[in-house]
């Protein structure tokens, strides 16, 4: 009559070593979880690193985003910045225009509300907060249009409020550059 107490002992040993493993299972698990929930929340809260402001009252009056300032302007080193505004419902220029094989630099902010501004066939997407300026890069390697509808929801005119960008290749970019300032292909 040994045997019985002996597979009884194998038994509870059994069934403490499964205990300890199915703790340390969820342990992990929460571990795990808490560590996923912390760095969502930890870089949601965050400000960004850069943030730039413009005032939306004053905007059109002076400064970057006045109207005589917007659009494309070619820059010393050769890349290209341009600068837009949203507003209900419209974007300014209606037609931006950029060259082929150029970093370009967007800088965009909103007279009003939120409104989106993405780029079709791009990574650019982002939103214009009023108050803020959106800054995002982009190299285009073909000559083409590229669709812009606003992407956040802006109002009773929102899906009416779009533009484009139009790609034409460096040289013809130059020539325009020789006659005007700031460009745009607002007809
Ligand atoms: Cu602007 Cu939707």
């Given at each position: 009559?040994?045997?019985?107490?002996?597979?009884?002992?194998?038994?509870?040993?059994?069934?403490?070593?499964?205990?300890?493993?199915?703790?340390?299972?969820?342990?992990?698990?929460?571990?795990?979880?808490?560590?996923?929930?912390?760095?969502?929340?930890?870089?949601?809260?965050?400000?960004?690193?850069?943030?730039?402001?413009?005032?939306?009252?004053?905007?059109?009056?002076?400064?970057?985003?006045?109207?005589?300032?917007?659009?494309?302007?070619?820059?010393?080193?050769?890349?290209?910045?341009?600068?837009?505004?949203?507003?209900?419902?419209?974007?300014?220029?209606?037609?931006?225009?950029?060259?082929?094989?150029?970093?370009?630099?967007?800088?965009?902010?909103?007279?009003?509300?939120?409104?989106?501004?993405?780029?079709?066939?791009?990574?650019?997407?982002?939103?214009?907060?009023?108050?803020?300026i959106s800054q995002l890069?982009?190299?285009?390697?073909?000559?083409?249009?590229?669709?812009?509808?606003?992407?956040?929801?802006?109002?009773?005119?929102?899906?009416?409020?779009?533009?484009?960008?139009?790609?034409?290749?460096?040289?013809?970019?130059?020539?325009?550059?020789?006659?005007?300032?700031?460009?745009?292909?607002?007809?």
């Amino acid at each position: 009559m040994a045997a019985p107490p002996i597979q009884q002992e194998s038994e509870v040993v059994t069934a403490r070593a499964e205990r300890r493993w199915a703790t340390v299972a969820v342990a992990v698990v929460v571990a795990l979880a808490a560590v996923a929930g912390y760095a969502g929340i930890y870089h949601g809260a965050l400000p960004q690193a850069r943030v730039e402001t413009a005032d939306p009252t004053t905007l059109h009056l002076a400064g970057e985003f006045a109207e005589g300032n917007l659009g494309s302007a070619l820059e010393p080193d050769g890349s290209v910045t341009v600068r837009a505004v949203g507003q209900e419902y419209s974007f300014t220029p209606q037609c931006m225009v950029v060259p082929t094989d150029a970093l370009v630099t967007f800088r965009a902010t909103s007279a009003d509300v939120v409104h989106g501004f993405l780029i079709e066939g791009t990574n650019i997407n982002t939103m214009l907060v009023p108050g803020y300026i959106s800054q995002l890069s982009a190299r285009f390697t073909t000559a083409g249009e590229h669709l812009m509808p606003c992407q956040e929801f802006c109002g009773a005119g929102h899906q009416g409020m779009w533009a484009k960008v139009k790609v034409v290749d460096r040289a013809t970019f130059m020539d325009m550059s020789a006659k005007a300032r700031r460009l745009s292909c607002v007809e």
